[in-house]
């Protein structure tokens, strides 16, 4: 983190993962979550909180894939902060379910989230600030 | 000691009576969660199962697929007197049984 407050200077490149739409493969977005922050230097409790968010808001998209479908995740680094963007080709034209359970973690792990269904993909968007410390 | 190890999550089952001992190491996610749920449930239906202590310390990441699986048995075995018992867990454990209000409804030892 900068002097300035931000997380990295503006141009750094996206970061991409995909994979198929299994839940044995979550742990590979958990993994580059977790490897990406601690390079940005947040702190351990961040990092965990982030490979959990990361997973909560994957495994909605495992749970309504499309079969055979893969799974696209973007983790690009923001002045504010790592936004991880998700999305799955999915037949379930309704809108995003979360259970309670997971709602909660979301709400509790990262600054911003948002889970929805858009041109019949699922999609979610996460963004995590690191705690400004002094 | 029965051990069943997979990609991710190793279950023991120690103790086997009135009040086993399930031992989780690695990690429980939408992956791993069934095979637990498969694990357990059987000791949660057991007439003769009073108490179930799950131990937690080896389990390195858990999320709400994870946590599910011990609400569910917590109910199952509540509902014939029976209890739930958390051994044990890491501070990213009960960190998160703290944002989810699981802390105070659940065992926690």
Same mark, same amino acid.
């Given at each position: 983190v900068s002097a300035e407050g931000e997380v990295a200077p503006a141009g750094v490149a996206d970061v991409q993962l995909s994979f198929p739409s299994e839940a044995r493969h979550l742990r590979l977005a958990r993994l580059t979550a977790s490897g990406l922050a601690g390079d940005l230097g947040f702190t351990i409790d961040e990092i965990e909180e982030l490979r959990l968010a990361v997973d909560e808001a994957c495994a909605v998209l495992v749970e309504e894939a499309s079969a055979g479908s893969h799974i696209h995740l973007v983790y690009r680094i923001d002045p504010d902060g790592l936004v991880i963007e998700g999305r799955c080709a999915t037949d379930d034209g309704a809108g995003a379910r979360l259970h309670p359970v997971a709602e909660a973690i979301l709400s509790t792990t990262v600054d911003e989230y948002r889970v929805l269904v858009d041109e019949g993909q699922k999609c979610f968007r996460l963004l995590k600030r690191p705690t400004e410390r002094g | 000691?029965?051990?069943?190890?997979?990609?991710?999550?190793?279950?023991?089952?120690?103790?086997?009576?009135?009040?086993?001992? @399930?031992?989780?190491?690695?990690?429980?996610?939408?992956?791993?969660?069934?095979?637990?749920?498969?694990?357990?449930?059987?000791?949660?239906?057991?007439?003769?199962?009073?108490?179930?202590?799950?131990?937690?310390?080896?389990?390195?990441?858990?999320?709400?697929?994870?946590?599910? @699986?011990?609400?569910?048995?917590?109910?199952?075995?509540?509902?014939?007197?029976?209890?739930l018992v958390l051994r044990a867990p890491s501070p990213a454990t009960r960190r998160l049984l703290e944002i989810t209000d699981l802390l105070d409804r659940l065992n926690v030892e």
């Open positions: - | 000691v029965s051990g069943d190890s997979d990609h991710g999550l190793e279950i023991d089952l120690l103790d086997q009576g009135p009040t086993p001992v @399930v031992v989780l190491t690695g990690e429980l996610d939408p992956y791993t969660a069934p095979r637990f749920a498969d694990a357990i449930d059987p000791l949660q239906r057991e007439e003769s199962v009073s108490q179930i202590v799950v131990d937690l310390a080896g389990v390195r990441f858990i999320d709400s697929s994870g946590l599910r @699986v011990l609400i569910a048995a917590e109910h199952a075995l509540a509902e014939r007197g029976g209890r």
